[in-house]
């Protein structure tokens, strides 16, 4: 999906079973433009869409709880992005599939989950908070990760 005479590509790649591509962390400079505040508002706007969205039923209940999963998300996004690295500090090694295996993720879910992340880019984009080479780098890790935490089938 491309928005406006933007370069952007938000297409979502095919889920395929049993294969995990290479994973490639996204520019360092994404999280340099949006400072790790503006990673935590982004994380915060994609919590609260999934707090709203068809898959909410995988997350917190409570608003708050999901608030606070969701700075712990930005923990590890500003790591993963070569900022401070807060998750290891505060949670340990990330593990990420280890620590999405309790959790029912399906490649349906994972559509809504990249759908939701795509929306609470959008005042990043509109604003021009980032380069748009930098914005689908972050995309294009975030598509890749999102196929690692499927573990379970539709």
């Not at 280890?98 to 490649?107: E, G, L, M, S």
Request: charged fraction near 20%.
């Amino acid at each position: 999906m491309k928005f406006g005479t933007s370069s952007l590509d938000f297409s979502i790649l095919p889920y395929q079973e049993g294969v995990n591509p290479p994973v490639t962390k996204p520019n360092p400079e994404f999280l340099t433009d949006i400072g790790e505040e503006g990673m935590r508002a982004l994380l915060d706007r994609f919590y609260m869409g999934l707090f709203e969205s068809p898959i909410k039923e995988i997350f917190p209940k409570d608003r708050e709880v999901m608030k606070a999963a969701g700075q712990t998300s930005a923990d590890f996004f500003i790591q993963i992005c070569g900022g401070t690295p807060y998750f290891n500090q505060n949670r340990g090694a990330p593990q990420m599939r280890k620590r999405h295996a309790p959790f029912a993720i399906t490649p349906h879910a994972r559509l809504h989950w990249l759908v939701t992340f795509e929306e609470a880019l959008q005042p990043i984009i509109n604003d021009k908070l980032s380069s748009n080479e930098n914005i689908q780098s972050f995309w294009n890790y975030l598509n890749i990760f999102s196929q690692w935490m499927i573990n379970t089938k539709d």
